[in-house]
């Protein structure tokens, strides 16, 4: 797709939707070969979708050898409203933790020194090439 194209999909009222949600399933391939599928607090920031992790996540390692990964926003009920995006994962170390993990995080009962010390390590989403809609995906 391409970034016109992209930006018209992200920015129709049911994607703006699905990434005020809290929760994505991240895709990627695991330091075995096999492939991973795992629930992820994230945020969309209007340009990337942050995620963070602990500083000891498997998946870290993984993403730093190959960073293709596929996510997938939905929701719970019949028929699902489904946003599916696959690109290049940026990791991006921080000191500290994005303040966009802490708003997507602010309903938790988690205290800002809790996550400090929990040793959460963010990934940013974005960067080249540009998250895409997965051409499969139904209209939205």
Request: some cysteine; overall charge neutral; proline content about 10%.
């Amino acid at each position: 797709m391409r970034p016109r194209e992209i930006s018209e999909v992200l920015h129709r009222p049911i994607s703006q939707e699905l990434s005020a949600r809290d929760v994505t399933r991240l895709a990627y391939v695991a330091k075995d070969g096999t492939p991973r599928n795992v629930p992820i607090i994230f945020a969309w920031n209007g340009s990337e979708i942050v995620m963070c992790t602990s500083k000891n996540a498997p998946k870290l390692q993984s993403l730093s050898e190959n960073p293709m990964v596929a996510l997938t926003i939905d929701t719970e009920v019949h028929p699902p409203k489904i946003l599916l995006i696959r690109g290049r994962a940026e990791l991006d170390f921080v000191d500290g933790i994005p303040d966009e993990y802490l708003q997507a995080t602010g309903t938790y009962e988690m205290t800002p020194e809790q996550r400090r010390l929990s040793g959460a390590r963010p990934l940013a989403w974005g960067g080249s090439p540009t998250p895409q809609p997965h051409r499969g995906t139904r209209s939205l």
